[in-house]
């Protein structure tokens, strides 16, 4: 085999692995994450994000998926970021084992270092969709009991916080 067909197979595994870890983060199907990528920010963008998921970053034997989501929640944090990026990492953290108790402690924590404002608004996120997820049953329940009318409301506070994967921001 040669060097440049070695590359290409390295670099085909290491596209696989972002595939992977993309559809872990944007909790859709393998196959889809390419094109749901790729209609959000273009195929060149979609390309090197594949490329950079693959590596070290995303698989390093020495972080955990825990660990990970501790970093990125602290990253976004840090830059203010809200809405489906920060939903979508909360999902990861909680999928993770970072219950609320945990998640309220590292923007309590964070506070100190990235200024109150940023930590309120992400901790107001987290607190947010502990609420909607506490709420979630009794909505669920009380959506079944009123199917059978005209004018009942299929939305659940679970359909706000958590958009479907096609519209998440990456």
Not at 77 to 100: F, I, K, N
Not at 124 to 145: F, I, N, S
Request: charged fraction near 20%.
């Amino acid at each position: 085999m040669s060097g440049s067909e070695a590359a290409g197979r390295e670099e085909e595994g290491r596209r696989q692995q972002g595939i992977a870890a993309y559809a872990r983060i944007f909790d859709v199907p393998e196959q889809e994450v390419p094109a749901v990528f790729a209609a959000r920010v273009g195929t060149g963008f979609t390309e090197e994000a594949l490329q950079a998921a693959g590596g070290a970053a995303w698989s390093h034997p020495a972080l955990t998926g825990r660990d990970r989501s501790i970093a990125v929640l602290t990253a976004l944090a840090a830059q203010g970021v809200s809405g489906d990026r920060l939903l979508t990492h909360l999902r990861l953290a909680r999928e993770h084992g970072l219950g609320d108790d945990a998640l309220t402690a590292l923007m309590t924590l964070l506070a100190c270092y990235i200024g109150y404002p940023r930590a309120s608004q992400a901790i107001e996120t987290v607190h947010a969709t502990t609420a909607e997820a506490a709420t979630r049953p009794a909505l669920a329940h009380a959506r079944d009991a009123d199917a059978s009318t005209p004018h009942a409301s299929t939305q659940t506070a679970h359909d706000h916080v958590r958009p479907a994967p096609k519209s998440q921001s990456i």
